[in-house]
């Protein structure tokens, strides 16, 4: 296998902020990207054919490896033919490796350097995850990308204790690389593409591809030795871990800005659960490419709406009667038919359709920014695409 | 105002059944037809693009006056412009009076000669429903069909109850004619329609229609008197109140068929709250035309989906690994794209996904059936279509 699983070709580049493509086996995905988070098989409240729809337009989304697991099981869907078949999708899926989700479990779990017991949060049940484990999960699942089977540290973590972690997390990565090339070999990919028919994936392998995670807390020096120890193993893109864990907004923002200009140039670069829109520019803006986070989706949920004039909570008096829509410069399909005032009504009266609404649109201002980030920086107009976004977020929605 | 506000064309007929178009102010309605319940101001579950798609492609939703009264108010629905508007729905509305729901109450509300005064079931506030006041948030929601508003006996009710009762929708139904074609003056109607571009259509007044209902429990000959009273007042369409609350399915059956066949012939029949798809085949044989039910919906909502072998239940485990769709001679959007496998799943883990899908699948087989009714009844069919529909649902899914 010469070729590779994935490609990365920059297009255009505006100060530290990058617009490439991402060549994965089902499809070229132009970042910067946003990938909604699709936990159990499902972008909470939202059809696939939602996802695809022009005013998403989504390229690639996230499943989580722990969660599919436990529930229905890789067996069972690697049995029904891979995560894609699965769930009925045919665009490109990253998976993480469940490394997080262990660690958030807290007191329920044990690590050690063969890897992770935990309880299951479903049945209570001994489990085991480990790097071997992780990638022999995401192997049945068939993901176009598989993440590295990591450990967190805390945002608080102290140097010691956050270079411990660093150094497991680079004992794990190694073995992740090594069972994920093994269950390549053996063809354990339940994702495997034979061959694609467009031109641009025609130099790939078809496989799965495999991302590295570097981690160290705040600490700058413990960063830059996790990135060097990652590159040093060699993966196919580089992901950011161990941020928005409860860190300050501005430790976050200052450890993207020095490592991501670090990280190999040619590879795609992900940063791992962050964050709000205004994140997500600020992160562009210090060179990420990739970004997923469940805010759009659960904030849905619970009545808040991410619009280009700020946050707006749904349940607020204020729209009983207002019959514009969430956010008059938002063309999405909910912003086109949808009052606030029918909004607010659904999400009083406990209506599904609030969330299904209101995720829409949130999917749809993430995405649609993303969009704008891109044209952006391939017009070399970032700076000020940057500046009146920020305004714009920040002046409040009346 | 000398044009009709609703118009009724018979195409085919074979036996009792027919198969016409229902003209309404926001297009014409092929019937028989089955009407998606969107109690609240939603078919729960389902966004109304999907609702229009091809596959679903709803003529015409239902309402329900009482929960709309009570959440959010007739007055913020007439201020957002009506019930169209509000929910962004342009095609046809029809809304029940609250009667029935007010019926269910039992013990929370008193029925007098002059209306009914209950407890809101949201705040317990003290309410007044009467003709009067249905026919006036009626108004407001501007719905396009309006139904009477009028009195449920049990299904089990006496004699001499069951009377009584017949005969207070009677006086009802007189005094919401009344009240109605006062408002119609009144330009109290929120979805007026000044012109229709559509030939069919220049023949309507663009005015709300109003149904009458007729009531008597079992009792054939009451029903009779019934429809006899009601007719006299006369209506745009008449509707079968007080069926499929309790009594026997064969009840239910012997009165359609006794009272249908005397229903106007040139006028629309609907039989109000039923019901299965075996019930709706059967009492399109007994002549009706159009129904409602909630049956697709909260039985989606419940892990229940309904195809063309019978009922099954996404619970199961028999359908943990089964890649096949819910039902195999389906061509809706889940059934394209989804597996029981999957759907077992999202039901399984609680996500809202499997509510929305099955819901969807339910509606497309209620409506599918309706469509395969009309195709049938106008080839002359529809007795071997009844046959084999009835043949299919009662063989079991395997």
């Known amino acids: 296998m010469n070729k590779k699983a994935i490609g990365y070709e920059l297009i255009a580049r505006d100060g530290q902020a990058r617009s490439g ?30 996802l695809e729809a022009t005013d998403l337009d989504a390229r690639i989304i996230l499943g989580n490896t722990y969660h599919l697991w436990l529930r229905p099981g890789a067996e069972i869907i690697a049995e029904c033919g891979g995560l894609h078949r699965f769930i009925g999708w045919e665009r490109a899926l990253l998976t993480d490796s469940g490394g997080f989700q262990v660690w958030s479990l807290g007191a329920l779990r044990k ?12 049945d209570g ?11 022999e999960v995401q192997a049945a699942l068939g993901s176009d990308i598989v993440m590295a089977f990591d450990e967190c540290a805390p945002g608080n973590a102290s140097h010691e204790e956050a270079r411990e972690s660093m150094l497991l997390t680079a004992r794990w990565a190694r073995r992740s690389r090594s069972r994920f090339c093994a269950l390549q070999k053996e ?8 061959k694609r028919e467009s031109p641009g994936d025609a130099q790939l392998s078809g496989a799965q591809a495999l991302f590295g995670i ?9 960063r830059r030795e996790s990135l060097e120890r990652t590159v040093e193993i060699g993966f196919d893109g580089y992901a950011l871990g161990g941020l928005s864990v409860g860190e300050e907004k501005s430790v976050m923002y200052s450890v993207v800005e020095e490592i991501a200009p670090l990280m190999p140039p040619d590879s795609p670069r992900y940063l791992m659960g962050v964050g709000t829109p205004e994140d997500l520019v600020e992160c562009v803006a210090r060179g990420i490419d990739m ?7 659960r904030n849905g949920r619970t009545g808040q709406a991410f619009t280009s004039r ?9 729209w009983a009667r207002d019959t514009r829509p969430l956010d008059e410069a938002c063309v999405c399909s909910v912003c086109r038919r949808h009052s606030r005032a029918y909004l607010r009504h659904l999400y009083l009266t406990g209506e599904m359709l609030a969330s299904i609404l209101l995720t829409h649109h949130n999917l749809a201002f993430f995405l649609d920014t993303m969009r704008r980030v891109r044209q952006a920086i391939r017009s070399g107009d970032f700076t000020r695409f940057r500046r009146e976004f920020l305004e714009g977020v920040n002046s409040g929605v009346a």
Chains 1, 2 share one sequence.
């Open 125 to 135: 049940s001994l489990r085991f995850l480990s790097p071997e484990v992780s990638m």
């Open 291 to 297: 970004f997923d986070c469940v805010l759009p989706t």
């Open 21 to 50: 493509a991402l060549m994965t086996r089902r499809g070229i995905i132009e970042t910067p990207v946003f990938m909604p988070v699709g936990t159990l098989g499902t972008v909470k409240g939202t059809r696939f054919e939602a």
């Open 310 to 318: 700020g946050k707006l909570n749904i349940k607020n008096a204020q």
């Open 214 to 222: 570097v981690q160290g807390a705040s600490h700058l020096e413990l």
């Open 187 to 194: 063809d354990m990919d339940a994702g495997h593409v034979d």
């Open 111 to 122: 690590i050690t350097e063969e890897g992770t017991e935990f309880r299951s949060h479903v």
